[in-house]
């Protein structure tokens, strides 16, 4: 089975802290996604990236960054945190097939007071 | 600009019952549909998908109706269980991207 596992499950950070959210994935897959889930909104994609030390900005980037150093990982950053960067953030891998089908991690409810 | 809608914000039905979860599209250049279900404090999890060229696709009690003149699917739970409860969240992939709905919690009564 595919496992994406996300570092934290629950988070609380306050306004103007530097945020590290690391996800890996154990399936070899080339491609992985973060997104925030907010009611109403369903997923946003924030950034992504295709390969190690690739990435492409998705449909909300501002205020994130991200790194790929390695295959497995992917990690978002948030420079300096603010509160309406208060979300759930799921981060997600494939790999090239047809389909494209994303497996998801169980995410990470951030709080920012 | 959203390009995968689903109008319903949330959905009631009895146990045994069929529901349907509907999704509209706006971009044909979309080549699959999936359907995620997703639980509270967990990922989404995959659940059918169809590709464009179909009109349906059935695993089990869960059948993908897609009406591309319309630019419309559906999702059909038959028979509806208590464990369907959960939010549906529809995608539309094109590229190497997902596009998502907002989702519809599904609330399945016994």
């Known amino acids: 089975d595919v496992k994406v596992t996300q570092s934290s499950r629950y988070l609380v950070k306050r306004t103007g802290e530097k945020v590290f959210l690391e996800c890996v994935q154990d399936?070899?897959?080339?491609?992985m996604f973060w997104y925030r889930q907010d009611p109403g909104l369903g997923l946003r994609l924030i950034y992504f990236?295709?390969?190690?030390?690739?990435?492409e900005k998705g449909d909300i980037p501002e205020g994130y960054s991200v790194s790929r150093e390695k295959k497995e990982r992917f990690s978002l950053i948030l420079e300096s945190a603010s509160t309406n960067q208060t979300s759930m953030y799921l981060c997600?891998?494939?790999?090239?097939?047809?389909?494209?089908?994303?497996?998801f991690g169980p995410g990470t409810r951030l709080t920012v007071l | 600009d959203q390009q995968v809608k689903q109008n319903s914000p949330s959905l009631s039905v009895q146990e045994g019952r069929i529901s349907i979860l509907n999704c509209d599209y706006t971009?044909?250049?979309?080549?699959?549909f999936l359907w995620y279900k997703k639980y509270p404090a967990e990922g989404p999890t995959f659940l059918i998908s169809?590709?464009?060229?179909?009109d349906k696709n059935e695993d089990g009690r869960f059948t993908v109706f897609l009406n591309k003149s319309a630019k419309h699917l559906s999702l059909h739970i038959v028979p509806s269980q208590p464990g369907d409860s959960a939010v549906y969240f529809c995608?539309?992939?094109?590229?190497?991207?997902?596009?998502f709905g907002a989702g519809t919690i599904l609330r399945v009564k016994s």
């Open positions: 971009n044909s250049m979309f080549d699959y």
């Open positions: 399936m070899d897959h080339e491609n």
């Open positions: 997600a891998s494939n790999g090239q097939t047809a389909l494209n089908e994303q497996f």
């Open positions: 169809i590709s464009s060229i179909k």
């Open positions: 995608a539309a992939k094109h590229g190497n991207k997902l596009v």
């Open positions: 990236s295709y390969d190690v030390k690739m990435k």
